[in-house]
């Protein structure tokens, strides 16, 4: 039989089965639109959290740092490194005692270590809020800006250098800083630099560790060197003593008479007690030098703060100057501030606690 023309019944089931198809596109559509809705607000969301994770970092080390210099002008500095107040610890098994009050100016402020110092050889302590840091003064690196002859072939043979290449990196060294354009013998001024598509010589001082690679011939020379090796070797600063106390193993292997086991010695016997007299540390390890060495026990007045947050990130690593001098001014300078890879050690070696207040966390309650 023939289904009637006229009856409205199919029409009303295709029109009913277009409005079910509609709508299951727009449901499908909405999903759509809530999932991105969804997934845009959570990468916001995850965004946020992260730039107020880095904000709170930041302050951290920014707190860190500015209460180290503070530290840096209000407390003393020993053959130990930065004292955090004024109780004497360092005997085992002694009572905490306060220094007397006879003992506080005596024409030149006492150096001998006291046991609780800050030391200024790289060692890693708890800054604020998940910071931690390291310390290590100019005294314990070597400066390019400056001579250190005594040292120099120790530093070239540890880079691999040959003794032949050595006077002609020293005269371009020095051509590369000078103020004139005149060539020493093997060195290379602004032409030879713009011949091999190289930004020309600054001729002054180099301003940052770093900058040793734009010198020519000493990139390739420093190529086994990352950047954190060279900013742990290297200094800008006026310096041509060697801190005994600060320096690590490889620039005491530049001394004469130190090889990798001497080095390793002299770590280990600093951590027990500081060296303070120049014939006793020669003496002991029987190294070929005089008592007139250019050797030092005392950290200098500038030095390398590196930061860094146990959540990640890179090291930062900012290069300070005392300046009591500076009437009317800041007693401390900022040089410049270097961002460094992560040093996997860094996380490996634990981080010290500094017994001061003003490292404890604000989160601790007092009992």
């Given at each position: 039989?023939?289904?009637?023309?006229?009856?409205?019944?199919?029409?009303?089931?295709?029109?009913?089965?277009?409005?079910?198809?509609?709508?299951?596109?727009?449901?499908?559509?909405?999903?759509?639109?809530?999932?991105?809705?969804?997934?845009?607000?959570?990468?916001?969301?995850?965004?946020?959290?992260?730039?107020?994770?880095?904000?709170?970092?930041?302050?951290?080390?920014?707190?860190?740092?500015?209460?180290?210099?503070?530290m840096f002008n209000t407390?003393?500095?020993?053959?130990?490194?930065?004292?955090?107040?004024?109780?004497?610890?360092?005997?085992?098994?002694?009572?905490?005692?306060?220094?007397?009050?006879?003992?506080?100016?005596?024409?030149?402020?006492?150096?001998?270590?006291?046991?609780?110092?800050?030391?200024?050889?790289?060692?890693?302590?708890?800054?604020?809020?998940?910071?931690?840091?390291?310390?290590?003064?100019?005294?314990?690196?070597?400066?390019?800006?400056?001579?250190?002859?005594?040292?120099?072939?120790?530093?070239?043979?540890?880079l691999g250098v040959p003794?032949?290449?050595?006077?002609?990196?020293?005269?371009?060294?020095?051509?590369?800083?000078?103020?004139?354009?005149?060539?020493?013998?093997?060195?290379?001024?602004?032409?030879?630099?713009?011949?091999?598509?190289?930004?020309?010589?600054?001729?002054?001082?180099?301003?940052?560790?770093?900058?040793?690679?734009?010198?020519?011939?000493?990139?390739?020379?420093?190529?086994?060197?990352?950047?954190?090796?060279?900013?742990?070797?290297?200094?800008?600063?006026?310096?041509?003593?060697?801190?005994?106390?600060?320096?690590?193993?490889?620039?005491?292997?530049?001394?004469?008479?130190?090889?990798?086991?001497?080095?390793?010695?002299?770590?280990?016997?600093?951590?027990?007690?500081?060296?303070?007299?120049?014939?006793?540390?020669?003496?002991?390890?029987?190294?070929?030098?005089?008592?007139?060495?250019?050797?030092?026990?005392?950290?200098?007045?500038?030095?390398?703060?590196?930061?860094?947050?146990?959540?990640?990130?890179?090291?930062?690593?900012?290069?300070?100057?005392?300046?009591?001098?500076?009437?009317?001014?800041?007693?401390?300078?900022?040089?410049?501030?270097?961002?460094?890879?992560?040093?996997?050690?860094?996380?490996?070696?634990?981080?010290?606690?500094?017994?001061?207040?003003?490292?404890?966390?604000?989160?601790?309650?007092?009992?």
């Amino acid at each position: 039989m023939n289904p009637n023309p006229s009856d409205p019944r199919p029409r009303h089931r295709a029109d009913q089965g277009f409005v079910l198809v509609a709508v299951l596109v727009a449901l499908v559509v909405l999903t759509l639109l809530a999932t991105a809705i969804a997934t845009t607000s959570e990468r916001a969301l995850q965004e946020a959290r992260e730039n107020a994770d880095a904000f709170e970092a930041e302050v951290a080390m920014t707190s860190t740092r500015d209460t180290l210099l503070f530290m840096f002008n209000t407390q003393r500095r020993t053959y130990g490194g930065l004292t955090i107040d004024k109780q004497v610890s360092w005997s085992a098994g002694e009572a905490t005692a306060s220094r007397s009050a006879s003992d506080e100016d005596s024409g030149l402020p006492p150096m001998l270590p006291i046991g609780n110092e800050i030391r200024f050889d790289g060692t890693p302590y708890q800054g604020l809020n998940g910071v931690n840091f390291a310390l290590r003064d100019d005294g314990g690196r070597f400066s390019p800006n400056w001579t250190f002859e005594l040292y120099r072939p120790g530093f070239y043979t540890q880079l691999g250098v040959p003794a032949e290449q050595w006077p002609e990196l020293e005269a371009r060294r020095l051509d590369y800083q000078d103020p004139d354009s005149l060539f020493r013998l093997g060195g290379a001024e602004a032409e030879d630099y713009r011949r091999k598509g190289l930004p020309p010589p600054t001729n002054r001082p180099l301003a940052t560790p770093l900058e040793v690679r734009r010198v020519m011939g000493w990139g390739k020379a420093l190529e086994g060197l990352d950047d954190g090796q060279l900013v742990s070797r290297l200094t800008t600063a006026r310096n041509v003593m060697v801190n005994v106390n600060t320096a690590p193993p490889d620039v005491l292997q530049a001394l004469p008479g130190v090889d990798s086991d001497v080095a390793q010695r002299i770590v280990a016997m600093r951590q027990a007690m500081p060296f303070m007299l120049p014939w006793q540390f020669l003496d002991t390890f029987k190294l070929p030098l005089d008592e007139l060495a250019p050797i030092s026990m005392l950290a200098t007045s500038s030095g390398t703060l590196q930061l860094w947050h146990n959540a990640g990130g890179p090291i930062r690593s900012v290069h300070w100057t005392l300046t009591p001098g500076n009437e009317g001014g800041r007693p401390w300078r900022l040089d410049y501030t270097l961002v460094l890879p992560r040093d996997p050690a860094s996380d490996q070696t634990p981080a010290r606690t500094i017994p001061s207040p003003l490292f404890a966390n604000p989160g601790a309650v007092e009992r």
